[in-house]
């Protein structure tokens, strides 16, 4: 019985979907791309007493002053 607890805390997990304006708010604490090494960062948010956590992919991107590095949110956001 208990795995079965555990199965259903996993799958809410898994379909929590952040509003646009907390994708935003995560956004900004990002730290700063140019000078990150990592690939990935993840930002907490917590939600009605329970944490999750939005990803961001450090991406290389070219513009006309040369190479920089943003981060991206791939995942689904609700707009509302």
């Known amino acids: 019985m208990p795995q079965r607890v555990r199965r259903k805390e996993n799958e809410s997990a898994k379909r929590f979907v952040p509003t646009i304006d907390q ?7 990002l ?3 140019d000078e990150s090494s990592d690939a990935k960062a993840y930002v907490p948010l917590e939600v009605h007493a ?13 513009g006309p002053s040369g190479h920089s ?9 609700l707009v509302r």
Do not use: T
């Not at 994708?23 to 604490?29: E, H, I, K, L, Y």
């Not at 329970?50 to 070219?62: P, Y």
């Open 23 to 29: 994708v935003g708010q995560a956004a900004n604490s």
């Open 31 to 33: 730290p700063d791309p």
């Open 50 to 62: 329970k944490e999750f956590r939005l990803a961001f992919r450090r991406v290389k991107c070219a």
């Open 69 to 77: 590095h943003h981060w991206i949110y791939e995942g689904k956001m």
